[in-house]
């Protein structure tokens, strides 16, 4: 997935509906799948504005 300034990758190796992961910086983000995609949506919306605000 692309989000402005940021791709991130959301995986799943383990099969389970719990393990879903996402590595965002140094910070890895794991649990289900609709808590990752909103916890790693909001940290591409926060590093978007940090880009913006520097700019």
């Known amino acids: 997935m692309t989000v402005r300034y940021l ?3 959301i995986q799943n190796i383990t099969g389970g509906c719990y393990d879903w992961f996402v590595t965002l910086g140094k910070e890895v ?3 289900k ?3 990752v995609k909103a916890k790693a949506m909001a940290y591409a919306c926060k ?3 940090k880009k913006s605000a520097k700019a």
């Open 7 to 9: 791709n991130f990758q």
């Open 47 to 49: 590093q978007a504005r």
């Open 29 to 31: 983000i794991t649990g």
């Open 33 to 35: 799948l609709d808590e």
